[in-house]
């Protein structure tokens, strides 16, 4: 399972950004359970979506193998 947000940037080519959240892992000394990976600038909400639809695609396919 993966987290985002989408939020508009101040930039005309790409005004929005996708940020991606992973799932960590909860021990003692770690309190948030995500954690920031990456983050994309994007066109369009289309192109957000498409992005996003392949990293949660690849995450099940990671969970699938382990």
Not at 16 to 44: D, G, S, V
């Amino acid at each position: 399972m993966i987290l985002h947000s989408l939020c508009a940037t101040n930039n005309p080519q790409k005004p929005l950004k996708l940020i991606i959240w992973e799932p960590a892992e909860i021990t003692n000394e770690r309190l948030k359970p995500f954690y920031f990976k990456t983050n994309y600038l994007c066109e369009n909400l289309t192109e957000a979506m498409q992005i996003l639809a392949q990293i949660q695609h690849s995450s099940r396919e990671l969970l699938q193998a382990a």
